[in-house]
């Protein structure tokens, strides 16, 4: 079980798992930090704010160790026009990630072993 040390606000996301403490520290507060069990990881959306990539979305393993970024999903339009996820969170059938463009935000359900989003559609 992971155990999570964080509050939105905060520069600095720690946890615990099997006896090993992990901090990670951030200039801007990430905009959201999730815990999954199914793979065991901790998922970073880190703030986008001024931030040059759109892979911003980090799974890291319970050892702290990064195991992906999420994959921005693939839209039509300008690639200038996508901004970067901003949410990242566990609903009742899954995890949902929220990805901000100029023209309209999108979500999908993120597979953790690709990093790919699958039924990607426009958020409402």
Known sequence: MIELHWQEGQTQVSWAHDGTAVVKS???PPATV?????PPCVIVVEA???ADRIDNAVVFEPDGTERLRLVPPRLD????WNIGFYAVYADPHGLVAVFATRV?????????NTGELTSVAQWR
Do not use: C, K
């Open 26 to 28: 951030y200039e801007r």
């Open 77 to 80: 339009g300008d690639p200038s």
């Open 48 to 50: 986008v704010d001024g």
């Open 34 to 38: 999730t815990v999954w069990h199914n």
């Open 104 to 112: 309209g935000d999108f979500w999908g359900r993120p597979d953790l």
